[in-house]
């Protein structure tokens, strides 16, 4: 290809249609536990997070709730990856040697989604929400006079351990705990409509064992014998897996997440979708010195902490649970 400003034109466009074609076509795994936030500044405040609607009887005068409770602020950050195409080989009309790395290339700017939100997950153990404690943590208070909530698992009654690995018994603890969650009002959030489990290779096994099969092997009351009996958890929440939980300090982590809501737990906050542009003046100081143009996928966005409200986590740390309740 002789080299000059329409023929590199065309090249660009080409190489934009494989990178479009590959970040609209890819869907991350992490799509349904978010909330696609469009955002048109450098940062947004969330001011209504603890501020949640719900309706009550008009009694003589309304309520007025505050929206500016919440100075929860996400910043959006800029990412990019470059890539130089050697002159030479546009000359000799190797360019379609290209192709396949600008459709990865639009496929892993899509992914990114993913790379940012789990490891959210993972850090939630140690990293504060809007609420001011912990994403994960114990008695987690929203506004003045909430009786707050618990979206992890503690030590307390029965056979519930503190962070305790996915078993049929933490899942059923978890799913209870979100089920029976109620607002800073103190009314039922009507959890349990779409649950996601999110987990870890290693554990997926365990999870499709709780949700996916049809019969679990049960011991009796005398705890003497073993049977398979009909699995009452299937099909109450779906499975997300994610190999960054697996590299992660903490392996066997998992998390419930309730995804049915207009809300969700995690913000995906877009400033500027992931766009490939390109350095292609024949006569620029790069391709002077270089022999090479550039082309680069460019975005601006975040994750961020949204509503712990419909989370659930263990570290997966802890002791086993051997029975529920």
Same mark, same amino acid.
């Given at each position: 290809?002789?080299?000059?400003?329409?023929?590199?034109?065309?090249?660009?466009?080409?190489?934009?249609?494989?990178?479009?074609?590959?970040?609209?076509?890819?869907?991350?795994?992490?799509?349904?536990?978010?909330?696609?936030?469009?955002?048109?500044?450098?940062?947004?405040?969330?001011?209504?997070?603890?501020?949640?609607?719900?309706?009550?009887?008009?009694?003589?005068?309304?309520?007025?709730?505050?929206?500016?409770?919440?100075?929860?602020?996400?910043?959006?950050?800029?990412?990019?990856?470059?890539?130089?195409?050697?002159?030479?080989?546009?000359?000799?009309?190797?360019?379609?040697?290209?192709? $396949?790395?600008?459709?990865?290339?639009?496929? #892993? /700017? !899509?992914?990114?989604?993913?790379? @940012? &939100?789990?490891?959210?997950?993972?850090?939630?153990?140690?990293?504060?929400?809007?609420?001011?404690?912990?994403?994960?943590?114990?008695?987690?208070?929203?506004?003045?006079?909430?009786?707050?909530?618990?979206?992890?698992?503690?030590?307390?009654?029965?056979?519930?351990?503190?962070?305790? $690995?996915?078993?049929?018994?933490?899942?059923? #603890? /978890? !799913?209870?705990?979100?089920?029976? @969650? &109620?607002?800073?009002?103190?009314?039922?959030?009507?959890?349990?409509?779409?649950?996601?489990?999110?987990?870890?290779?290693?554990?997926?096994?365990?999870?499709?064992?709780?949700?996916?099969?049809?019969?679990?092997?049960?011991?009796?009351?005398?705890?003497?014998?073993?049977?398979?009996?009909?699995?009452?958890?299937?099909?109450?929440?779906?499975?997300?897996?994610?190999?960054?939980?697996?590299?992660?300090?903490?392996?066997?982590?998992?998390?419930?997440?309730?995804?049915?809501?207009?809300?969700?737990?995690?913000?995906?906050?877009?400033?500027?979708?992931?766009?490939?542009?390109?350095?292609?003046?024949?006569?620029?100081?790069?391709?002077?010195?270089?022999?090479?143009?550039?082309?680069?996928?460019?975005?601006?966005?975040?994750?961020?902490?949204?509503?712990?409200?419909?989370?659930?986590?263990?570290?997966?740390?802890?002791?086993?649970?051997?029975?529920?309740?």
């Amino acid at each position: 290809m002789q080299i000059n400003q329409s023929n590199l034109t065309d090249l660009y466009r080409g190489y934009r249609v494989l990178f479009d074609d590959a970040l609209q076509g890819t869907i991350p795994i992490s799509d349904d536990i978010v909330l696609r936030v469009p955002s048109g500044n450098n940062e947004e405040k969330y001011v209504w997070l603890g501020a949640i609607p719900g309706m009550r009887q008009l009694v003589d005068e309304i309520q007025i709730k505050n929206l500016a409770a919440s100075d929860w602020t996400i910043e959006n950050l800029e990412f990019e990856d470059t890539v130089a195409v050697k002159q030479r080989d546009i000359e000799n009309d190797r360019y379609g040697i290209y192709n $396949p790395f600008f459709t990865a290339l639009g496929e #892993a /700017a !899509r992914y990114d989604q993913d790379i @940012r &939100v789990l490891p959210l997950l993972l850090g939630g153990f140690s990293t504060s929400d809007y609420t001011g404690s912990n994403f994960f943590a114990s008695g987690k208070i929203r506004t003045p006079g909430d009786k707050g909530f618990t979206n992890i698992l503690v030590t307390g009654t029965g056979s519930q351990q503190a962070n305790a $690995p996915l078993s049929i018994y933490s899942y059923r #603890a /978890a !799913r209870a705990n979100l089920m029976g @969650r &109620v607002n800073a009002a103190g009314r039922p959030m009507n959890l349990g409509r779409k649950l996601v489990l999110v987990c870890g290779a290693a554990t997926e096994p365990i999870a499709r064992q709780i949700l996916v099969a049809d019969t679990v092997i049960q011991a009796n009351t005398s705890n003497d014998a073993l049977a398979a009996v009909t699995n009452i958890d299937k099909g109450t929440a779906t499975i997300v897996t994610s190999a960054l939980i697996d590299a992660s300090s903490t392996p066997n982590a998992w998390f419930l997440l309730e995804t049915g809501l207009s809300l969700k737990p995690i913000a995906w906050q877009v400033n500027k979708n992931p766009v490939l542009t390109a350095l292609t003046q024949p006569d620029s100081d790069h391709v002077f010195k270089k022999h090479e143009f550039l082309y680069q996928a460019y975005g601006r966005y975040n994750a961020g902490y949204l509503f712990s409200d419909l989370a659930f986590g263990s570290t997966g740390a802890g002791s086993t649970m051997t029975a529920y309740p």
